[in-house]
């Protein structure tokens, strides 16, 4: 191929509505409505994943729960498998989701990982013992593996270019609010002396799940994915049903160009994504966030916290569930502020530092309250802290942890990888590294619980060192904000 081939950008995304005239014109007269709507439905999906999140985080500490399914010899090491389990098949599900979202468009898939979810959560509802308790969190879990690509992949294709970061962040917010409401719905239900304490969170996720089903069959399809199959009236009509009908024509010329360009390359396959080193050092930077992500430590934080509170000397589950969704709560507030004013302003670099700086610190006196305050009740066993300054240290810094992982990675470790890529190897590119994501998500959720059973400060030292060697690392990642992906093509080094 020749080096002017090569140089044709591959992702006609943010090609159009580029002069300021037409954005302009379009904002006043309120025609983005359509995709600021079909984007907030779309996002709905991640308050299902956020809501599982924390119910999920609230059940294990359920005592009904726990006398159901768990021995106090076990309990750590099926905790840690139930995990595991909807992780496992959330990687596959990411992992295969390109197929998916290629061959069945982003809407479908998107549908398909709703009415998986729902059916795992039937399992949950109806589970009496522990085989449909895991059938439940298997089947689940492949429904939160493809919604986590489907639906940043779905968010980044319609969105316009100068806001494709805070349409795209409607996921991380949507599902901050997820998990909010999944740790005050099972404060609420912990009061109940029954199973169904922990059953009727689950049973309100899957009625959530058809709820959002139905919704999806409304949106319009990606126009990009329309054209690619050949639809070219039904995606110009997406198109207008998204930007309304000023300056659309010059657009959707682009993009079909662009399209009909990249299926002159030849067929789509998965070593395309290391073929060239434009698209090597696209994938090895977007990998990159995805496995540091899982090194913060919020998965641990997300799915123990409650147990961490009560650890840190907090009486009684309910107060630990209640100070958990304390952290919830201030995840989406600092969700909200950076997805509206931070994220197409501050740049994905500054956002990526700054994080682990803040998270590392908080990680690091986290583990020192630990290490100094912690003693053993020598009647029960437990392993408490009794220190009130010590404990009010330990939770106001995982409230600062968590916070700043929504205000600065929650937003954009999504927001980066669903950038990077060009058309030809957006879908099975996003696949790939949201499967790493969750399959590093794996290893740091079941090896949390005998990490903490061996060692009070020894994983808050760990995730405080992750950070240190992930800030190493971000100093070399490419900054995207603010950057069309026709310049994307040269940043990652295209000829």
Known sequence: ????????????????????????????????????????????????????????????????FQEQFFTKDNLEYLQGLLLAFFLMTAALGAFFSGYFCDRFSRKYTILGASILFCIGNVFLVIGYNLGLLLTGRLVGGLGAGLMTNGIPLYLSEIAPPDIRGRLISFFTLMSTFGQVAGYFVTFGTNHLDTNWSWRAPYLLQCLMCFFFGLAMLCMPYSPRWLIDKGLNEKALIALVSLRGTGYIQNEFDEIKNEIEFERSLGKRTYAELFTTSSNRRRFFSAAFIAMANSFTGIVSIWYYAPQIFLTAGLSDVSSSIAITGGTGFLSFICVAISSQWVIDSWGRRKLFLSGSLIMAISMFIIGSMFEIYTIVDVKTGDVIIKNAPARNTIIAFLYIFTGTYAFTWGIANYVYPAEVFNMRTRAKGLGIVYGLNWAFSIMITYSTPPFLASTVSGAYFFFGACQVVTMAGLWFLPETAGKTLEEMEYIFGAQ
Do not use: H
Not at 7 to 33: F, M, Q
Not at 52 to 59: E, L, P, R, Y
């Open 1 to 64: 191929m020749s080096n002017k081939a090569q140089s044709i950008p591959a992702d006609p995304e943010v090609l159009s509505i580029k002069s300021s005239v037409n954005i302009t014109t379009i904002e006043s007269y309120g025609l983005r409505r359509g995709v600021y709507l079909s984007a907030i439905v779309a996002a709905i999906g991640g308050f299902l994943c956020g809501f599982d999140t924390g119910a999920t985080s609230g059940v294990l500490t359920m005592i009904p």
